[in-house]
């Protein structure tokens, strides 16, 4: 009776997680199964289960431009994000290479792991946070940047694409200019790793966190990409690995995994674009036709190419939640807002501070393709959200009669 | 095609095992969860040794582990913001107002029941079913679906119910009325559910350790009269003594009043106007005649003056006959054969026809 298949689900919710590439799920089954000895062991066991984690780690360093040596692995995008956050400040803080108060440039629209380090981070006093504000079309203009960063700013964090919306930030332009004004620079690519190539030396960032389970990849295995050269404090303390700045024994078989996926994506990331472009033209334009009252947020500027941003015209979180449910029940899954704060009473902060009212924010949903979709998929998930949106309509229209 | 069910799961035992039984019938179950408790009651709650919260984060858990484990997709809607208005709003003011409120029956009334009526109405379900102990069947005499008292009178919840509203009736679905409470432990124990041997929920759940003075207290400030000291008082006036604030006292209650005198008193009346506490002995504490308002009637045409109905004055009441005359426009006069302590204002008035639940009003 108990079921937990999901083989008959149309899943079109990629930004939250998605499903592992038969590559990814091999290379895991197989370090899971055979390199089982400690990396940190001396041994021939040791030594093999080290050598699957070097040889993902050139692969993650190949996919984004970087060096072996300049990648960290994490066990998520959150303990990236928190490594970079807490990892600058502490550093910072601890040589004494700032006296005097210190602040944080960043946006309204971060991922939590990243926001809410950044609150904690300025809790204690001392530092404080600045935000870029971002428009109503989901653009984040650099200029805002050379206006926010001043002598006391001691890191900026921007994220390369936003989860909610799929917008694309100008990092590069950011980038430059933190360089030239000697502010480490954080980019949050773990939304935008696998869908876009991108090069660290091209941003011009200083620490860069990717996750592996948005790209393919198990759950488990992350990574911060630290620029040679740039000074970070752990977060745990424990054991010497990854060159002292994440203790812990690292998770092999999620490791391998996220290598294999980045070698996917260093091959098929322009072909796994323009199919992900495909199937979100053919759900816009469908989509506009079957919910005329849906509007495509952020469809303007430089997006990604898998991911639709749709606020409906419901008259409360109930409606909403209903056609969420209903459209659950068809087997077609996407999220509101980000899937972390699914069915939170708080309207999505993103979509509020791009200037949406609390009922638009609550109703917009977000939908996310992968490499797995397909065009029938699409097709399919319109019929079911127009069914579903029709289920909703009619019941108002019996309640307002009531 | 199957019929579909949305039901009510709190993460309890009873709510679990009805799935079964539904799932059972053939329909398609659908699990809904409303969180009810605003955040700070919860976390307030939570901190608490020993208390089980109905909506609690754990109970939520414990409803998806139950609802997976049977096969049915489970949802949270939260609908703490119309709880906290409607329910614990009105609790603390009928407090203040030195009556004695029932939440439960307001919450079935205006949150639990109505909000899984939309959601059915939107997703397209034909019923609505919860755990509760309380039966529907199609009564000849009335020639229509009712509530009716359930399997196991011990755990008999009917009363809960008798303030829906009409067109609810028939689509409820109450797939425990047939089973006892220890039968219904023995299913979710062979199904495996880890709720199985959970302990009941509390009577108010938004105040899980039972001390409602103290609620009201943190919740409306002191500076409420209904707070602070006063007179205890008989019928002619005389002062016998002093009350703590009228929000402790209970019409009907004996015990602590801190009166010595030859005979039992009780609290007859509560006086919030005068902030006084008026007592009496137990020939006027009983009272036969009293006024019932909002009447909520299931069973087609209005009470008869006549006719004799069984009432139940408060939960667990053990029930007594009564008859009902029309006094406005649904409001009656309810006349106990035998006179009766605790018709307490602000508690509701339950009217059943032998099993049958007719109807429902609030005793003023």
């Known amino acids: 009776m108990e079921n937990t298949r999901t083989d008959s689900l149309i899943y079109l919710d990629n930004n939250a997680t998605t499903p592992v590439l038969e590559e990814a799920?091999?290379?895991?089954?197989?370090a899971l199964r055979s390199t089982y000895g400690n990396p940190s062991s001396y041994h021939r066991a040791g030594m093999a289960a080290g050598y699957v984690i070097e040889k993902a780690r050139a692969s993650v360093a190949r996919l984004?431009?970087?060096?072996?040596?300049?990648i960290i692995f994490t066990s998520s995008g959150t303990e990236a994000n928190n490594t970079a956050i807490y990892g600058t400040i502490g550093r910072i803080m601890s040589s004494g290479g700032k006296s005097g108060p210190a602040n944080i440039v960043t946006t309204g629209v971060e991922h939590h792991s990243v926001s809410n380090a950044v609150k904690a981070v300025c809790s204690g006093g001392g530092i404080s946070v600045k935000r870029a504000a971002i428009s109503s079309e989901c653009k984040l203009e650099p200029e805002e940047f050379e206006r926010l960063i001043d002598e006391n700013t001691v890191l900026v964090s921007v994220m390369l694409a936003n989860n909610e919306t799929g917008a694309i930030f100008p990092v590069s332009e950011i980038g430059g200019i933190c360089a030239r004004r000697g502010v480490l620079f954080h980019v949050d690519a773990v939304c935008a790793t696998g869908k876009i190539r991108y090069s660290v030396k091209d941003i011009n960032c200083d620490l860069l966190s990717i996750s592996a389970h948005k790209l393919y990849g198990p759950k488990g295995a992350a990574c911060l990409y630290k620029k040679r050269g740039v000074e970070i404090t752990p977060l745990f303390r424990g054991g010497h690995q990854e060159a002292n700045l994440r203790a812990g024994t690292e998770n092999v078989p999620a490791i391998a995994g996220f290598g294999a996926a980045c070698d996917y994506f260093f091959n098929n990331i322009e072909s796994s674009a323009a199919h992900y472009l495909k199937l979100k033209e053919l759900f816009s334009a469908g989509i506009k036709k079957a919910l005329p009252g849906a509007t495509l947020n952020c469809s303007s500027g430089e997006a990604l190419p898998n991911t639709v941003s749709l606020t409906l015209d419901f008259c409360d979180i109930h409606e909403v939640n209903a056609f969420m449910f209903n459209i659950d029940l068809a087997g077609v899954c996407v999220s509101l807002g980000a899937a972390c704060s699914s069915m939170a009473k708080e309207p999505s902060e993103v979509l509020t501070a791009m200037g949406m009212s609390d009922i638009r924010a609550h109703s917009t949903v977000r939908v996310s393709f992968g490499v797995q979709n397909t065009e029938d998929e699409v097709l399919r998930a319109i019929r079911i959200m127009e069914e579903a949106y029709g289920k909703i309509t009619r019941a108002r229209k019996l309640r307002v009669q009531a | 095609m199957k019929e579909k069910v949305i039901i009510g799961l709190s993460g309890g035992v009873d709510s679990a095992t009805a799935v079964h039984f539904l799932n059972e019938a053939g329909y398609e179950v659908v699990g809904m969860t409303l969180k009810m408790l605003p955040d700070k009651i919860e976390a307030a709650c939570s901190a608490g040794e020993g208390f089980r919260v109905c909506c609690s984060r754990e109970a939520v858990m414990e409803a998806r582990i139950c609802a997976m484990k049977l096969g049915i997709p489970h949802y949270v809607v939260n609908c703490s913001a119309d709880f906290q208005s409607g329910i614990i709003d009105y609790f603390i003011r009928e407090y203040l107002d030195g009556r004695t409120p029932n939440p439960c029956v307001f919450c079935n009334q205006k949150i639990k029941f109505k909000f899984m009526m939309e959601y059915a109405e939107m997703m397209g379900a034909k019923y609505v079913a919860t755990g509760h102990y309380a039966d529907t069947g199609y009564s000849e005499k009335y020639s229509r679906t009712l509530v009716r008292k359930p399997a196991d009178a011990s755990r008999d919840q009917s009363y809960m119910l008798c303030m829906l509203p009409l067109e609810y009736i028939e689509k409820i679905l109450l797939p425990l009325g047939r089973y006892t409470?220890?039968?219904?432990r023995k299913i979710a124990?062979?199904?495996?559910?880890?709720?199985?041997?959970?302990?009941?929920s509390q009577e108010i759940c938004f105040i899980p350790d039972g001390d409602y003075q103290t609620?009201?207290?943190?919740?409306?400030?002191?500076?409420?009269?209904a707070m602070k000291p006063g007179k205890i008082v008989d019928a002619r006036g005389t002062v016998l003594g002093k009350h703590a604030g009228i929000i402790n006292y209970t019409v009907g209650q004996r015990k602590g009043l801190g009166l010595t005198s030859k005979e039992p008193l009780y609290v007859v009346k509560i006086d919030a106007m005068k902030?006084?506490?008026?007592?009496?002995?137990?020939?006027?504490?009983k009272i036969s005649r009293f006024t019932v308002c909002g009447m909520n009637w299931f069973a087609g045409a209005p009470p008869a003056e006549d006719d004799e109905y069984t009432v139940k004055i408060r939960y667990k009441h053990r029930g007594s006959v009564a008859r009902l005359k029309k006094i406005g426009e649904n409001d009656f006069e309810a006349t106990l054969l035998v006179p009766e302590k605790g018709v307490t204002p602000g508690q509701i008035l339950a009217v059943y026809d032998g099993?049958?639940?007719l109807g429902g009003a609030v005793i003023k």
């Open chain 2, 275 to 285: 902030n006084e506490v008026v007592v009496g002995l137990e020939s006027e504490a």
């Open chain 1, 64 to 70: 984004i431009g970087a060096a072996a040596p300049e």
């Open chain 2, 215 to 225: 609620f009201i207290r943190n919740s409306s400030g002191s500076a409420e009269t």
């Open chain 2, 355 to 357: 099993d049958w639940l």
């Open chain 2, 181 to 184: 409470k220890p039968e219904t």
């Open chain 1, 25 to 30: 799920a091999a290379a895991l089954n197989g």
């Open chain 2, 189 to 200: 124990a062979d199904l495996g559910l880890i709720v199985a041997n959970k302990p009941d």
